[in-house]
């Protein structure tokens, strides 16, 4: 089985017949549905070189519906937190009534913000600055009325503005900064332009860092239980609408596809296993393989917290997987580990003779400290641990953006320009009073602002690495480059063309990004 028939199942899928909207179906977008065609001339013999529809998008890679992925772009599940609403109290969080069961974040003021998340809109928003440093709003704003006044700020007014705030608070300029704040609130609103509504997220880590409350509310946002079932959607809605995790996993699977083509017996080892969705195509094109499947095991490690993704620990991936071991008719394996990556030890992988390895990261290696953190230095020592299992392919996919060691100032402004792009990639697709989009930014991508911008030493845990400083990691732990094929290469690049026109796949050294305009924002690679 190599690539080409893996890619037959991620165009097809587990179940073909359960169709889910198309990123052009969700996005109320002006370009017409429609069915593309596939140019491989490279490659005649696949089966891609036939039509399909960009409707099947939602089931490439891992058969989404049946088996929702919640992962968030950082790694993380969405589901684990309940929506707050805009808030602030120097004496207490407000929580809405609906989401009694949440935690206080601290005694200390701290800001939220939300949507309502389980019911439609609603006709109006109510911004409650209640400390003693906001004026407390005392009428509603309709939401046709905000977004008139969101447009008297232009963009480059509001960057500066947040840069002003930022600057102020790096020189410890506390009153300049809180008459800054005061004044950037009146050009921001998660129902605004791109900038306006990512404003709003980093102007709330910004407060959190002063008042030494980002830590809290990360952790508040991680450990909520969901309340419904519907906030499993909101990574569905992201998955659907963006390409991000479809590259993802298409380039990690099908790397792993090309390297095990000829394996008999298969332990692949999942560093982020979350619901094991990943792995859902290519155990079908596994299962497929004309001469009989191979023997695979399957080893997912994954944190204590994400039990909160899953609503149960990993015995419900090892269920998913013993269904589709029976479904499919093919032997395999799942072992659990719920641990933290940097805690794993090669005791307990149960490396057998005889077994072809495989090693994945996606999304998941920057939760690791490095030197600048422990010195020790987890993050290298755990690439020389895999090293020293001797895989024959290590898949990395990483958030191309440079956040780790950067003093505060520059972490900003790279935060700024990452997350800019993504909320306007998204922007293309969501309407701007979309409540899909309002949760979807919120509980997918804010918690990682704040804990970014926020938060300092061991408690900042997202810290992203360059395409660059991740080959020197892997280069120094005896790890050599495992070009990605062309073959994959072609097929993620045609399905780009079911999204926006303002996506970009630049191959370098082997490797791809996947960009949004002129900036890139993940990476893929295979090692071995």
């Known amino acids: 089985m190599d690539s080409h028939q893996l890619f037959r199942c991620e165009l097809t899928g587990a179940d073909a017949s359960r169709k889910f909207p198309s990123p052009r179906t969700l996005a109320y977008s002006e370009r017409a549905s429609g069915s593309i065609k596939l140019g491989l001339g490279n490659s005649p013999n696949s089966p891609l070189s036939s039509q399909f529809d960009c409707d ?3 089931i490439l890679s891992n058969s989404q519906e049946q088996y929702s992925s919640t992962e968030t772009i950082s790694g993380v599940s969405p589901s684990q937190y309940s929506p707050l609403e805009i808030n602030s109290s120097s004496e207490q969080t407000h929580i809405h009534p609906a989401e009694s069961i949440q935690p206080q974040l601290t005694k200390q003021r701290s800001r939220t913000w939300s949507h309502e998340s389980r019911m439609e809109p609603p006709a109006v928003i109510q911004p409650q600055y209640t400390s003693g440093r906001f004026p407390k709003a005392s009428h509603e704003v309709h939401p046709e009325k905000r977004l008139r006044e969101m447009k008297e700020f232009p963009e480059s007014d509001v960057k500066q503005m947040l840069i002003r705030c930022a600057e102020a608070l790096s ?12 004044e950037a609130r009146a050009s921001v609103s998660i129902i605004g332009e791109p900038i306006q509504r990512l404003g709003a997220y980093m102007l709330e880590g ?3 860092r002063k008042e030494s409350s980002g830590t809290n509310i990360y952790r508040a946002l991680r450990c909520q239980k969901p309340a419904s079932k519907e906030l499993l959607s909101y990574m569905r809605i992201l998955y659907d609408i963006c390409p991000y995790f479809k590259f993802g996993y298409m380039a990690a699977n099908g790397a792993i596809a090309e390297a095990l083509r000829h394996e008999d017996r298969i332990h692949i080892i999942d ?15 596994l299962a497929a393989r004309p001469g009989g499947p191979p023997h695979v095991r399957i080893t997912g490690i994954d944190d204590a917290e994400s039990e909160y993704a899953r609503g149960d620990g990993l015995q419900l991936v090892g269920k998913m997987l013993s269904d589709m071991s029976k479904k499919f008719n093919i032997p395999l394996e799942f072992n ?22 495989a090693v994945n990261f996606t999304l998941q290696l920057h939760h ?49 320009d990452y997350y800019y792009a ?14 899909q989009r309002i949760n979807v930014e919120q509980h997918c991508l804010a918690k990682d602002i704040v804990n970014i911008i926020a938060c300092e030493g061991k408690e900042r845990v997202e810290r992203h690495e360059l395409l660059g400083k991740w080959r020197s990691r892997l280069t120094m732990a005896g790890f050599k480059p495992l070009p990605l094929s062309s073959y994959v290469n072609s097929v993620i690049k045609s399905l780009l063309g079911c999204y926006s026109d303002k996506y970009t796949l630049v191959e370098k050294d082997g490797a791809m990004l996947l960009g949004w305009k002129d900036r890139n924002l993940i990476s893929a690679s295979a090692w071995h």
């Open 206 to 208: 910004l407060v959190a």
């Open 56 to 58: 099947t998008l939602s």
């Open 336 to 357: 659990g580990l719920p641990v933290f990556g940097p805690d794993v030890t090669r005791e307990m992988l149960d490396i057998r003779p005889g077994e072809a390895l």
């Open 368 to 416: 690791t400290p490095d030197e600048s953190v422990d010195v020790n230095n987890p993050r290298d020592g755990l690439l020389r641990m895999v090293k020293g299992l001797s895989p024959k392919v290590t898949t990395l996919v990483e958030q191309e953006s440079n956040t780790n060691t950067t003093p505060f100032l520059m972490r900003f402004l790279e935060t700024l």
């Open 271 to 285: 560093f982020q296993i979350a619901q094991g969705t990943q792995w859902v195509t290519l155990i079908q094109a």
């Open 422 to 435: 993504m909320f306007e990639s998204i922007d293309v697709t969501l309407p701007r009073d979309s409540k």
């Open 171 to 182: 020189e410890d300029k506390i009153n300049e900064f809180e008459m800054l704040v005061q």
